[in-house]
């Protein structure tokens, strides 16, 4: 059996989840061949990159733009004629790679899937992640077998759209298994404050801010700066209480080390937090998922948005108050109510749709 998992590089996300998915189906099923590839540049070969280029460049300088129109497109039925190439595509992929399974974590994935069983009366199997707490009807697609999505509202709008409640799973969004690891880690006895911009490194944190922090004795910061060198030399070694980390692919090591995390209230980084029982300081979001992210941060008391204000306040606020434990422990009983077992479906689908 051969189960593709397909995503896009349309931030990290999509990836990030559709990895998560593969480790899971690893784990708990066996006999089971699972891929993952980039399905936009599988559909785009000569154009992907440019594509997801252009995404980025968009989302970084104008995000305010882009959310506008993200929000016209991601509302309408797509009867374009790029989502009638993607349906030739994604039956060209079929047809060459011979999937049991098809498991999308891209909405333009989903679509297509979904106009070709529609057309050829196909019975392949289709589950859709959907990577945000996303309420925007892009990601409603009724040939999905199964959905695997973030929480309690974006099952109920997907039922409010027609989808079947006993084909929805509330797992969260998927993180890599070395998430999943207990994290017994006993930290010193100042309070230790993680700071994530992403692969980019993309941190809107002002000087002044280190330069507060050197005077504190009693909290500690951690920048992850990823691939900005540039920030990396304004930082390392500058000041007193911060250290300066570059690219690393050991972020769950750090998150298990800090009492608090400053990053943007990504989807995936909301989850993996969660599944580090670590404490969430956002920065204002811009994106439209972002935003959705945000209050289900603050609806759930696991974290704080800063959408006004000082940071160095924000801090000494969660500090002061001991926010950061009953935050963790919010986060713990969140943890408890995801439902990890969707392999047990993935199974009964294949076995079913096998028969």
């Keep these: ?4 998992i397909l995503f896009g590089k349309y931030g990290m996300g999509h990836q990030s989840a559709a990895i ?9 099923l066996k006999n089971i061949e699972v891929i993952t590839e ?6 785009y070969p000569g154009i992907n990159k440019i594509m997801y280029d252009g995404y980025n460049l968009i989302v970084s300088k104008t995000p305010l733009i882009y959310t506008q129109i993200y929000k016209t497109m991601a509302n309408k039925e797509d009867n374009s004629l790029n989502a009638q190439y993607l349906l030739a595509q994604i039956k060209k992929y079929i047809k060459e790679k011979q999937p049991d399974m098809i498991i999308s974590t891209l909405p333009a994935v989903s679509r297509a899937v979904s106009l070709y069983k529609a057309k050829y ?32 509202s974006v099952k109920k709008y997907l039922v409010q759209n027609g989808v079947n409640r006993k084909n929805i799973r509330i797992t969260g969004i998927p993180v890599k298994q070395k998430f999943h ?5 006993q930290h010193a006895n100042k309070f230790n404050v993680l700071i994530m911009g992403g692969g980019l490194g993309i941190i809107p944190i002002k000087k002044t801010f280190y330069e507060k922090i050197s005077n504190q004795d009693e909290v500690h910061v951690t920048v992850i700066c990823g691939k900005n060198k540039t920030l990396y030399q304004q930082l390392h070694n500058k000041y007193a209480n911060v250290t300066v980390v570059g690219y690393t692919n050991e972020i769950e090591k750090y998150m298990q080390q800090h009492d608090l995390v400053i990053t943007k209230a990504g989807g995936i980084t909301l ?3 969660i599944f580090s029982n670590l404490p969430i300081l956002a920065f204002k979001p811009f994106l439209a998922q972002e935003k959705f992210n945000a209050h289900y941060i603050e609806q759930n008391k696991i974290g704080k948005i800063m959408w006004n204000g000082d940071i160095n306040d924000h801090i000494q606020s969660i500090l002061n108050n001991k926010n950061h ?12 109510t995801l439902q990890l077992d969707y392999c047990k479906d993935i199974e009964r689908i294949l076995t079913h749709e096998k028969k």
């Design 271 to 273: 989850f993996e937090c």
């Design 181 to 185: 690891q207990n994290n017994n880690t």
């Design 121 to 152: 009366k196909s019975s392949l199997p289709l589950i859709t992640c959907i990577t945000d707490i996303s309420h925007y009807y892009e990601w409603v697609h009724l040939e999905s077998n199964l959905y695997l999505v973030a929480d309690e």
């Design 1 to 4: 059996m051969k189960i593709a």
């Design 325 to 336: 434990i009953q935050m963790k422990s919010n986060m713990q009983q969140l943890h408890s």
């Design 20 to 28: 998560a998915i593969k480790e899971q189906i690893e784990k708990d």
């Design 38 to 43: 980039d399905f936009i540049a599988y559909a």
